[in-house]
């Protein structure tokens, strides 16, 4: 798996995660350039943050892919330090392949 992250920056220019009632949050891309159908894998230290609580995936580059964010049957993320993007083709539901697959934009909420 190869993937670049990249914070985007807020109204101010700033590129580091910014709070939210109790939690902060971060806005990133995540350019993913060798796919694995196993997913890949975000670590909160690439985000600026120690922990993970929540994420959101607010778009994505290739229309005819779509993503999800991989969690247990108890709703856990991969781990509180940890999420795992998984990709499909969505024009036939098959897995991607180890091809770049274009950028994934997320929102993540934790504590620094």
């Known amino acids: ?3 670049t992250t990249t914070i985007l920056a807020d109204h101010k220019g700033y590129t580091a995660p ?8 971060v806005d990133a891309v995540i350019d ?16 600026g943050l120690d922990t993970i609580t929540s994420a959101t995936i607010t778009g ?4 005819l892919n779509t993503f999800s964010l991989v969690c247990g049957s108890a709703g856990a ?11 499909v083709v969505r024009a036939t539901g098959a897995e991607l392949t180890a091809t770049d697959v274009g950028a994934v934009r997320i929102r993540v909420y934790g504590n620094l």
Request: proline fraction near 0%; glycine fraction near 8%; charged fraction near 10%.
């Open 32 to 47: 993913i350039t060798t796919y694995t159908v196993t997913g890949e894998v975000v670590t909160a230290a690439s985000l």
């Open 18 to 25: 910014r709070v939210s009632g109790d939690e902060y949050f």
């Open 77 to 87: 993320y991969t781990s509180t330090s940890s999420l795992t993007i998984f990709g």
């Open 60 to 63: 994505h580059e290739v229309a």
């Open 1 to 3: 798996m190869t993937h």
